[in-house]
């Protein structure tokens, strides 16, 4: 049984999205667009941090981890983007020397761009449960820089952050968060281009509703859980007026969908679920026996859907 035993995160200062309108290339009706109707007043930026630093303000909360470094067997970074370091070098070899982790297996997880967090989070699982050692560990780690003009920001969808998340994941039932369900489906059509063009934008907007409803669906049903039996949803924080359609379509209540940090974070590639996580724990949006979701969408194009009971 794949369980989120902690998580913590870290978000710097937020700075509105403003002052980033010409680095964006935002005309002043899109950037009311942004403001006004996507939710996006601020996103949170660290111009004086790397992305290892960003990632050691996140595991520095990670309470449960200290005394714990030698039951970690598995080190996994889940990225939106590959590896910015030229093989041989990995953004992992750091961490792991300051974290007292030089002993477990680390690897980055990219393959589903921004879903990739819920990917390492189900691989975690599966690696542990064929780890002959039942009190093994795996620490996953997300986050990460807006470090070139492409992933600043998905035009005309959202305005990249730079929030982090760690969390500690076993094999044991008796976790936090137990996983119940996780689905996902690549359309690999949209995998071509980086930055896709008019054409294939449209095609994916016409998609991302059907694509994402289909995920949920799947995952609520590998967890024998009904829509209506979900306590909470912990989005991936694109922008407000999406998850206003994804809702519709499903028949899910708005105020069922946490939303509180759209506008102050941005969306922190694959962070953002773990973000939201820790914080709609801290104020107690969740209680024991909850059922909720996590979902993310990877441009390339993934959808992810995951259901877990707290």
Not at 201 to 229: H, N, R, S
Not at 244 to 249: E, L, R, Y
Request: aromatic share 6%; net charge negative.
């Amino acid at each position: 049984m794949t369980s989120i035993v902690a998580v913590s995160s870290s978000l710097p200062d937020t700075i509105p999205i403003a002052r980033f309108q010409h680095e964006l290339g935002l005309t002043d009706v899109q950037l009311r667009r942004y403001q006004r109707f996507y939710g996006l007043s601020e996103v949170c930026r660290a111009p004086e941090a790397g992305e290892t630093e960003l990632l050691l303000r996140a595991t520095a909360k990670l309470a449960e981890l200290r005394g714990q470094e030698q039951r970690v067997k598995y080190v996994l970074q889940a990225r939106t983007m590959p590896s910015p370091l030229p093989y041989p070098l990995t953004s992992l070899a750091p961490l792991q020397a300051e974290l007292g982790l030089e002993h477990a297996s680390g690897f980055v997880v990219s393959h589903h761009a921004c879903a990739s967090g819920l990917l390492a989070l189900d691989m975690a699982g599966t690696l542990l449960a064929a780890d002959p050692d039942p009190d093994a560990l795996a620490l996953v780690l997300t986050g990460e820089k807006t470090g070139t003009g492409k992933t600043q920001s998905i035009p005309d969808v959202t305005v990249m952050g730079e929030g982090t998340a760690a969390f500690l994941v076993s094999a044991d039932r008796t976790g936090r968060d137990r996983m119940l369900g996780y689905a996902a489906r690549t359309h690999t059509r949209f995998g071509a281009d980086f930055i896709m063009g008019d054409a294939a934008a449209k095609e994916f907007q016409d998609l991302y509703g059907p694509g994402l409803t289909e995920v949920i669906g799947a995952a609520l049903d590998e967890a024998d859980c009904a829509l209506d039996e979900l306590a909470l949803v912990l989005p991936h924080n694109v922008n407000r007026l999406s998850w206003i359609g994804v809702c519709k379509a499903l028949g899910l209540p708005l105020e069922k969908v946490f939303l509180d940090l759209v506008g102050h974070t941005g969306h922190c590639f694959c962070a953002d679920p773990f973000i939201n996580l820790q914080r709609a724990t801290e104020l107690g949006r969740l209680r024991p026996g909850d059922r909720y979701l996590m979902t993310s969408v990877g441009l390339g194009a993934t959808f992810a859907a995951m259901v877990l009971e707290h």
